[in-house]
């Protein structure tokens, strides 16, 4: 929670209208709250008692401070971004008079390549985790699931039984902003999906009643984590040989870059990925551009 002051107050509706209002993910309010009460610092040592005291110029001084204290630009964008949508929320709120962050430019930012896994080394993994046991095959089971249909892992940790056609080839999800979209359920996926259903331990309702049946759960029967995707991936791709190589988000990246590699239309990957924007799908086309150019660069007896 915020502080008692004027500024605490208005953080604290902030936060609930992202959470409620947007659909915003606990990583996204966890990050504003962060930039929120670090500003909210900031402006009661610069003398102003309440958001409405803000100026464009003392806002300025903030950014400044954020580039002299060696924040990366990423993060000082991030934190703009943050004060935007904090002032922007007041002024249609009403206690604030315009938003005075709107003048600020966020710093450029270089856009990295994502990176990603091989066909070779995305075989490797998915053949790693051992299917001796329900915790072996539900991590199959995951991997599988995001290798086929791209899901971010929050995305996939709220997946339930009922979002999952298995005879369609089909999962509902919920992403950002609550946007719904489908994802496919490759012929691969769907049967590591069904021998994990059939491994899964039974939960006990309670009361005997009908409750909501996480599609991935732990070994407690709950539903499962971020962090627990997470330290699964850690554990497989170091039985692969690939330890450091990915995180649960190169799934995501390498999902991708094999569908546009492989003559996909770049309109669908967006659809598939969720992206509001084309702009950032074409990241991806970056990804298989440069690849091109480095098999050229090798193998073109003209290219040098």
Not at 196 to 208: C, N, T, V
Not at 236 to 246: E, P, Q, S, V
Not at 283 to 291: F, G, K, L, P, W
Request: charged share 25%; with cysteine; glycine share 10%.
């Amino acid at each position: 929670m915020a502080t008692g002051s004027a500024f605490g107050s208005a953080i604290d509706r902030f936060l609930k209208y992202q959470a409620a209002e947007r659909g915003g993910s606990p990583l996204t309010i966890k990050s504003y709250r962060e930039d929120l009460l670090q500003l909210e610092d900031f402006l009661l040592s610069a003398g102003c008692r309440s958001p409405g005291d803000a100026s464009s110029v003392i806002l300025r001084r903030f950014a400044a401070g954020l580039h002299a204290a060696g924040y990366a630009s990423s993060t000082v964008a991030r934190k703009l971004a943050s004060m935007r949508s904090f002032f922007a929320f007041g002024h249609r709120e009403g206690w604030v008079r315009s938003n005075p962050a709107k003048p600020l430019r966020s710093p450029r930012r270089a856009r990295k390549l994502p990176s990603f896994l091989t066909g070779d080394e995305i075989g490797r993994l998915l053949a790693a985790p051992p299917a001796v046991d329900a915790a072996g095959i539900r991590d199959r089971a995951i991997l599988e699931l995001m290798y086929s249909s791209g899901v971010r892992v929050q995305e996939l940790v709220n997946l339930n039984d009922t979002d999952l056609d298995l005879r369609g080839g089909t999962i509902r999800v919920r992403g950002k902003g609550r946007r719904e979209r489908l994802g496919i359920v490759g012929s691969h996926a769907q049967s590591a999906l069904r021998a994990w259903l059939a491994a899964r331990p039974k939960a006990a309702l309670p009361g005997g009643g009908r409750v909501i049946q996480p599609l991935f759960t732990n070994k407690f029967g709950t539903r499962l984590s971020v962090r627990g995707v997470a330290r699964l991936l850690e554990k497989h791709l170091a039985t692969a040989g690939l330890a450091g190589r990915a995180s649960p988000h190169t799934l995501r990246h390498s999902f991708a870059t094999h569908l546009l590699d492989a003559g996909a239309d770049i309109r669908s990957v967006q659809e598939l990925l969720g992206h509001k924007s084309l702009v950032t799908t074409q990241i991806y086309t970056h990804v298989t551009t440069a690849r091109l150019l480095e098999a050229f660069d090798r193998a073109h007896p003209r290219a040098k």
